[in-house]
């Protein structure tokens, strides 16, 4: 007896489960596995070396663009993740329909997404056809009653000239995507012709350290103590950052740039709060009556919508006036997104956190937006205080800044005070409060509280503010 079985249906399934598990869900669009086959492939169909007759043939020419979406977390953070995802199936949809039949687009995970052009082409041609792609990305998409504009920063990476396979292309054109975003988002940025370097075993292995003393809570908070500048009362202290090491203490500079590319950047922040918070906790505990201390947050941080539900939960936490927390965010994450940053600082003023603004002086202010911003408190850029003595110029920005921040009624610090002749200076142009090694090193929690504890038993200044202190040399940093 024959019997006969249709495995339509079955075969059917089967090619669906395989088309499933090569395609973004969300998009239908190919995922990085599939688009690295396709590009390993493209990059393998032509001869790169000598061909039968002995002469040497051309490389295939193909270009490879890294597109990612500038800003796109904020889209997440302020109407959810069903909308963010409405968003990026409509922008997806809007690229793919923008496609040409001899391109191939992928979904290469979040808000990124990798082009492969494979008709051959020249640099000009790839970055030309790359600027095509931001014109597509920049009209409005409107999703739960707004209309989001959007940008792209597109890195471009071309075959052979910056690479002849997957992962040395995928590198530089990833590597000229972070340009662009860099140099302000919403642009094109090419590959260049210089070899790709290659991987720095030691920096991959210090990320992943990184990662590991974050999670181990291996960061420790040094302060630094602000003065009154009319009678040389503490007023504040500023909490910074420390990883201690086998060679001892590891100051921001050596890791802050590899916490920020590894995405560590808001995870330190938090620990960085509660740290701080906590060690308020544990003054008033001892009976020290402390003063407000200073938490510097990132420019990503900025972007992070549970900030003020964080530092309201810690405060709670740890039974800790608001008023004692203040928050530092530089002057150029201020103007990044003033509107945004308006809203959040607000709800950290209504539950009594006081905000100050840092670095004043770098980041081109518009003073639209410093007169609407709630601040509390502007503190002068080191780097403006320490030239005072050499440079008129850097004097004159000092003195237009304390007139500023007077007329908005908002007290000045001024950073990196190293000289008596600088605080001389500072005093006569109105200056309200300093920091710097003149005054006081950062020191560690107990220390600082010894300080505190013996300058309010002897209710006296900071000796080095006093009108009749004789002229100092800035102590030596260790």
Same mark, same amino acid.
């Given at each position: 007896?024959?019997?006969?079985?249709?495995?339509?249906?079955?075969?059917?399934?089967?090619?669906?489960?395989?088309?499933?598990?090569?395609?973004?869900?969300?998009?239908?669009?190919?995922?990085?596995?599939?688009?690295?086959?396709?590009?390993?492939?493209?990059?393998?169909?032509?001869?790169?070396?000598?061909?039968?007759?002995?002469?040497?043939?051309?490389?295939?020419?193909?270009?490879?663009?890294?597109?990612?979406?500038?800003?796109?977390?904020?889209?997440?953070?302020?109407?959810?993740?069903?909308?963010?995802?409405?968003?990026?199936?409509?922008?997806?949809?809007?690229?793919?329909?923008?496609?040409?039949?001899?391109?191939?687009?992928?979904?290469?995970?979040?808000?990124?997404?990798?082009?492969?052009?494979?008709?051959?082409?020249?640099?000009?041609?790839?970055?030309?056809?790359?600027?095509?792609?931001?014109?597509?990305?920049?009209?409005?998409?409107?999703?739960?009653?707004?209309?989001?504009?959007?940008?792209?920063?597109?890195?471009?990476?071309?075959?052979?000239?910056?690479?002849?396979?997957?992962?040395?292309?995928?590198?530089?054109?990833?590597?000229?995507?972070?340009?662009?975003?860099?140099?302000?988002?919403?642009?094109?940025?090419?590959?260049?012709?210089?070899?790709?370097?290659?991987?720095?075993?030691?920096?991959?292995?210090?990320?992943?350290?990184?990662?590991?003393?974050?999670?181990?809570?291996?960061?420790?908070?040094?302060?630094?103590?602000?003065?009154?500048?009319?009678?040389?009362?503490?007023?504040?202290?500023?909490?910074?950052?420390?990883?201690?090491?086998?060679?001892?203490?590891?100051?921001?500079?050596?890791?802050?740039?590899?916490?920020?590319?590894?995405?560590?950047?808001?995870?330190?922040?938090?620990?960085?709060?509660?740290?701080?918070?906590? #060690? &308020?906790?544990?003054? %008033? @505990?001892? !009976?020290?009556?402390? $003063?407000?201390?200073?938490?510097?947050?990132? /420019?990503?941080?900025?972007?992070?919508?549970?900030?003020?539900?964080?530092?309201?939960?810690?405060?709670?936490?740890?039974?800790?006036?608001?008023?004692?927390?203040?928050?530092?965010?530089?002057?150029?994450?201020?103007?990044?997104?003033?509107?945004?940053?308006?809203?959040?600082?607000?709800?950290?003023?209504?539950?009594?956190?006081?905000?100050?603004?840092?670095?004043?002086?770098?980041?081109?202010?518009?003073?639209?937006?410093?007169?609407?911003?709630?601040?509390?408190?502007?503190?002068?850029?080191?780097?403006?205080?320490?030239?005072?003595?050499?440079?008129?110029?850097?004097?004159?920005?000092?003195?237009?800044?304390?007139?500023?921040?007077?007329?908005?009624?908002?007290?000045?610090?001024?950073?990196?005070?190293?000289?008596?002749? #600088? &605080?001389?200076?500072? %005093? @006569?142009? !109105?200056?309200?409060? $300093?920091?710097?090694?003149?005054?006081?090193? /950062?020191?560690?929690?107990?220390?600082?509280?010894?300080?505190?504890?013996?300058?309010?038993?002897?209710?006296?200044?900071?000796?080095?503010?006093?009108?009749?202190?004789?002229?100092?040399?800035?102590?030596?940093?260790?």
């Amino acid at each position: 007896m024959l019997v006969l079985t249709d495995l339509s249906e079955v075969m059917s399934a089967r090619r669906q489960i395989e088309h499933d598990r090569r395609h973004d869900r969300l998009t239908g669009l190919p995922e990085r596995r599939l688009f690295i086959e396709q590009l390993t492939q493209q990059l393998g169909a032509g001869p790169v070396g000598p061909d039968a007759s002995g002469s040497s043939a051309p490389a295939p020419r193909l270009a490879l663009l890294f597109i990612d979406i500038d800003r796109f977390a904020r889209i997440g953070d302020h109407l959810g993740h069903a909308q963010a995802d409405e968003v990026l199936l409509r922008l997806a949809r809007r690229l793919q329909d923008g496609c040409h039949r001899s391109e191939l687009l992928a979904r290469w995970g979040g808000d990124q997404f990798v082009m492969l052009l494979r008709q051959a082409c020249d640099p000009d041609a790839a970055l030309a056809r790359a600027r095509e792609l931001l014109e597509l990305v920049s009209p409005d998409i409107e999703v739960g009653g707004l209309a989001l504009g959007l940008g792209a920063s597109i890195g471009v990476a071309c075959a052979p000239r910056d690479g002849r396979d997957a992962d040395t292309l995928l590198m530089r054109a990833r590597t000229a995507m972070g340009r662009a975003k860099a140099a302000g988002g919403h642009r094109v940025a090419g590959g260049g012709t210089d070899p790709a370097p290659p991987p720095d075993p030691r920096q991959l292995g210090l990320e992943a350290r990184l990662r590991q003393a974050i999670e181990q809570d291996e960061f420790v908070l040094h302060y630094q103590l602000q003065f009154a500048l009319d009678d040389g009362r503490p007023v504040g202290a500023e909490a910074l950052l420390r990883w201690p090491r086998e060679d001892g203490l590891w100051l921001p500079g050596r890791f802050i740039g590899l916490i920020d590319e590894g995405g560590m950047t808001v995870a330190l922040g938090e620990r960085v709060i509660a740290q701080a918070i906590a #060690q &308020l906790r544990r003054w %008033r @505990e001892a !009976g020290l009556a402390p $003063v407000p201390v200073s938490v510097n947050i990132s /420019p990503r941080q900025c972007l992070d919508t549970r900030l003020p539900e964080l530092v309201a939960e810690r405060l709670a936490q740890e039974q800790v006036p608001a008023t004692l927390l203040k928050i530092e965010i530089t002057e150029s994450a201020a103007m990044h997104d003033p509107q945004h940053l308006r809203g959040l600082l607000e709800r950290l003023r209504a539950m009594g956190v006081q905000i100050a603004l840092d670095d004043f002086g770098t980041g081109y202010s518009s003073l639209a937006h410093l007169r609407d911003m709630p601040v509390d408190q502007i503190k002068i850029d080191p780097g403006f205080v320490g030239s005072m003595e050499q440079h008129a110029g850097s004097r004159a920005i000092v003195e237009a800044t304390i007139a500023l921040a007077h007329g908005l009624k908002v007290p000045v610090v001024a950073e990196g005070v190293e000289s008596a002749r #600088q &605080l001389e200076l500072l %005093r @006569e142009l !109105g200056c309200d409060q $300093v920091q710097g090694f003149l005054l006081a090193h /950062p020191l560690p929690p107990d220390a600082l509280a010894a300080m505190l504890a013996e300058r309010l038993r002897a209710d006296a200044p900071s000796p080095h503010i006093s009108r009749c202190s004789p002229a100092l040399s800035p102590p030596r940093i260790t």
